[in-house]
């Protein structure tokens, strides 16, 4: 059974009194330890697409299924449970909250999923090389030390499936390669499915399979 199975997608966004059609009937499967990189040019769809996926976004028209259940189904309450508790999100600028400390961040994300494991994110700091730097607040940080404490955060409730919009798209290419090295041995060690968009060609080496979005539609 595929962790994520989506059966003609399509979505739609409003722009003045034009209804633009974002994805265009799509159609794919995603298998529990897949590495899955999505390409495609500036405005083609990665991001909406991952945030249908992730239900961050609503759909339109078509489903999507998890671990063989559709998401229509859900209750609120249910479809909250799984953005918190089975999917993790690293985001292209971090989204770290400014005023909070790295591992208070982290805390935070265990905190909404009522998941606090104080060791979890002791050990999870460590494992990104941020144990030093737990009191530093996101100012204080390099892109690439917040993305660590991204990271952190994102496997903090101990996610299934992770979802990394241009994780690397704001650091270096060392730091770039750093992350990925990261989110290659969560994939491989772990078994956490990984969907990553990347603007990146050189990343596609650390995927299992890569699909290429143009326009809204995909070829894989
Ligand atoms: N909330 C929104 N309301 C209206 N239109 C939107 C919204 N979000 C995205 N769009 C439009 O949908 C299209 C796809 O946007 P999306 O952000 O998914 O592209 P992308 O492939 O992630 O691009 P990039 O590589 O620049 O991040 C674009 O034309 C964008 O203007
Ligand atoms: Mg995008």
Redesign the pocket.
């Known amino acids: 059974m595929s962790i994520i199975e989506v059966r003609n997608l399509n979505k739609y966004?409003?722009?003045g009194k034009d209804k633009?059609h974002?994805l265009k009937n799509i159609s794919m499967k995603v298998n529990e330890g897949d590495f899955l990189g999505i390409i495609?040019?500036?405005?083609?769809?990665?991001?909406?697409?991952l945030y249908c996926l992730s239900s961050l976004e609503t759909i339109d028209e078509g489903e999507i299924l998890f671990e063989g259940e559709n998401i229509k189904d859900f209750s609120d309450k249910k479809v909250s449970d799984l953005r918190q508790k089975s999917f993790g999100f690293i985001f292209q600028f971090y989204n770290l909250i400014p005023n909070l400390t790295a591992y208070e961040n982290i805390l935070l994300a265990s905190v909404i999923a009522n998941k606090i494991n104080e060791e979890r994110i002791d050990s999870l700091l460590e494992m990104v090389g941020m144990k030093e730097y737990k009191n530093y607040f996101p100012n204080e940080m390099s892109g690439g030390m917040q993305q660590r404490v991204a990271i952190a955060r994102a496997l903090v409730n101990e996610p299934k499936v992770i979802f990394a919009?241009?994780p690397t798209g704001n650091l270096d290419q060392k730091k770039g390669k750093e992350i990925m090295d990261l989110l290659y041995k969560l994939n491989k060690e772990n078994n956490i499915t990984i969907i990553l968009?990347t603007?990146n060609e050189d990343y596609l080496k650390y995927c299992s399979r890569t699909i290429n979005?143009i326009d809204?539609e995909f070829i894989e």
Not at 40 to 49: D, H, M, R
């Open positions: 966004y409003l722009q633009n974002i495609g040019p500036s405005g083609s769809g990665k991001t909406t697409l919009d241009e968009v603007h979005l809204g």
